[in-house]
Every structure is written in C-alpha cells, then in structure tokens.
Nanobody, 125 residues
Framework: QVQLVESGGGLVQPGGSLRLSCTAS????????IGWFRQGPGKEREGVSC????????NYAGSVKDRFTISRDNAKNTVYLQMNSLEPEDTAVYYC??????????????????WGQGTQVTVSS
C-alpha cells in the first residue's frame, strides 16, 4: 500500500527553522518526483518545492527560494524540507506528494498521484 507520511511540523517563532520529513512506504522514491505543498488558512493549496529523486533536480516557489531547501535520503526513502527564516505567512498545513518521473519545473497539484495527510506549521510569536 502506497503511503506518504509527513512529520516535523510545529509551532516556531518568526525567524526560526523547522525541518519537515516525508517518508514513503509501499514504493521506492528513486524514480519519483516528491513535492511539497502548503495550504494556509483561507488560501488555496500552493506548490512550495519539488525534487526529482533520480537526479536531484530541485525547484522552488519564488516565495520560499533561498529560505527553504529540499533534499532526499534514498536509503531512508525520505524527502526533507528544511525551512529557515520562517515568517508568519508560512503558516499552513504542509503536504508532500509523489508522482513517477522527473520534473524540470515546479509541478502543480494535479500532476501528483499520491498525497500525505499533512503536518501543521505555525509561525507565531
């Protein structure tokens, strides 16, 4: 059974950092694109970043570029999202998603086949 599980969310002060994890089971991520999305209160779901696990190619939304870093650990079948310099506007439920293939651009939500349940990130003083 294919499953994605996010973890690492929580409450952090502005300027702080968090690292989210997305661990896959039921398949190997080696030939997949893993993406991170977020949905803030009253907002639409937006793409944050994605990584083509086979070659490590990464893509970021402009709003997080230079603050967030996506990476993967093939042995752990896990993708990470390191989030630095967090702002209140980053408050959202963060989801990871998977689709087979590679991505040279930030893929939209409709491109993905599998989704996790999400983890809450709250940035507040």
């Amino acid at each position: 059974q294919v499953q994605l599980v996010e973890s690492g969310g929580g409450l952090v002060q502005p300027g702080g950092s968090l690292r989210l994890s997305c661990t896959a089971s039921g398949f190997r991520i080696n030939n997949y694109v893993i993406g991170w999305f977020r949905q803030g209160p009253g907002k639409e779901r937006e793409g944050v970043s994605c990584i083509s696990v086979s070659d490590g190619m990464t893509n970021y939304a402009g709003s997080v570029k230079d603050r967030f870093t996506i990476s993967r650990d093939n042995a752990k079948n896990t993708v990470y999202l390191q989030m630095n310099s967090l702002e209140p506007e980053d408050t959202a439920v963060y989801y990871c998603a998977a689709v087979r293939g590679i991505a040279s651009i930030l893929l939209g939500a409709n491109a993905y086949d599998y989704w996790g349940q999400g983890t809450q990130v709250t940035v507040s003083s």
